[in-house]
Nanobody, 123 residues
Framework: QVQLVESGGGSVQAGDSLTLSCEASGYIFDLCMAWFRQDPEKKREGVAAISTSGVATWYADSVKGRFTISRDNGKKTLYLQMDRLKPEDSAMYYC?????????????????WGQGTQVTVSS
């Protein structure tokens, strides 16, 4: 069982940057991981995903070129660097991990979830 704890959210202005972190309670070297976000009125959506080694990454079209996902397996931590933030990026951001790498954008792929960290971007 792996517990995930997100941090780094906050309230910022449009155009600002934030870095989210997700610290795991155990080893993550064999876990595929991802960041999801959810607005209260919308479904949870995938934002960025990363392979076990970190070599392969994938991004939602809405964040491509602005967000960067990375991981440090030695520190058991996943990161999301968010640049040029927009008001539409406002949401609760969740870290997710799975032993069974499959559809990176399906919430059903992931068996470990954090509690979320809020990001609010004002115009």
């Amino acid at each position: 069982q792996v517990q995930l704890v997100e941090s780094g959210g906050g309230s910022v202005q449009a155009g600002d940057s934030l870095t989210l972190s997700c610290e795991a309670s155990g080893y993550i070297f064999d876990l595929c991981m991802a960041w999801f976000r959810q607005d209260p009125e919308k479904k949870r959506e995938g934002v960025a995903a990363i392979s076990t080694s970190g070599v392969a990454t994938w991004y939602a079209d809405s964040v491509k070129g602005r967000f960067t996902i990375s991981r440090d397996n030695g520190k058991k931590t996943l990161y999301l660097q968010m640049d040029r933030l927009k008001p539409e990026d406002s949401a609760m951001y969740y870290c997710a991990a799975t032993n069974y790498c499959g559809d990176s954008w399906s919430t059903r792929t992931y068996n470990y979830w954090g509690q979320g960290t809020q990001v609010t971007v004002s115009s």
